[in-house]
């Protein structure tokens, strides 16, 4: 059995049924819920791996919990909806999704998503670890300013005061701080951050930036504009 568990949120009992059936065609576990509430509980008490994410629910909507999942982790969440307007996918990304399937879909286009999204999270945590294993016999911190990140330990302070940040604005913020100055594009970022495979919008660098920011008052990653973002450290180049 597949370790991964997959939390398939939809008020439609049969569209819930068909994801869970297809899902465990390929071995995943899956609980089924139909309320945004119910799975904000899930989460607090026996967080999934992965969340099937239906836009239009009662009570609390997708984007809320989507939103709440997002500020306390990087777990994968695929959003699905009867909506498909240019709008409704960029907020669903702006929010924290990693990818927005609309309905009517192929259940087994959806497995390959899941798939996907796994292998890229599996990946990412695989490469965090070895990256840490190996950085820790070369060097075990980097200090800019106020910023200190022990990479090792995985943990960062800002003006001494340690800050909790998710998989991916762990991942972006060391990009940055281990070149200090230099001007990525959000394509350079999405491709750092997110892996090659990644087929979302760039307002999901965007997005990152911004919870960084919130995180970590007065931090200073500079937007530049048209381009993309650099860490930018006193005397710095222009």
């Excluded at 259940?107 to 999204?117: C, F, G, S, Y």
């Excluded at 800002?158 to 594009?185: I, M, Q």
Aim: with cysteine; hydrophobic share 40%; charged share 30%.
């Amino acid at each position: 059995m597949n370790s991964h568990l997959i939390a398939v949120v939809d008020d439609d009992i049969h569209i819930r049924h068909l994801v869970e059936a297809y899902l465990r065609k390929e071995n995943y576990r899956t609980i089924g819920l139909e309320t945004a509430e119910a799975a904000w509980e899930l989460w607090k008490t026996n967080p999934p791996d992965m969340w099937v994410l239906d836009l239009m629910l009662p009570g609390m909507d997708g984007y809320e919990l989507c939103r709440r999942i997002r500020i306390e982790a990087e777990v994968p969440i695929i959003m699905i909806s009867a909506r498909d307007t240019e709008v409704d996918k960029i907020m669903g990304l702006e929010l924290g999704s990693d990818d927005y399937l609309v309905k009517p879909f192929s259940p087994r286009e959806l497995v390959a998503r899941v798939k996907r999204q796994l292998q890229r999270r599996d990946r990412l945590l695989m490469t965090s670890d070895e990256g840490t294993m190996h950085t820790a016999v070369v060097t075990t911190q980097i200090c800019l300013g106020g910023l200190q990140l022990m990479l090792d330990e995985r943990r960062v302070f800002w003006n001494e005061e340690e800050k909790e940040l998710t998989l991916k604005e762990y991942e972006l913020l060391k990009v940055l701080a281990e070149h200090p100055n230099r001007a990525f594009t959000r394509d350079e970022l999405l491709t750092m951050v997110w892996g090659n495979d990644y087929y979302g919008s760039d307002r999901a660098v965007d997005h990152l930036i911004k919870r960084i920011r919130k995180k970590m008052e007065k931090f200073p990653i500079e937007a530049i504009w048209g381009h993309g973002y650099r860490l930018r450290t006193e005397g710095g180049e222009s």
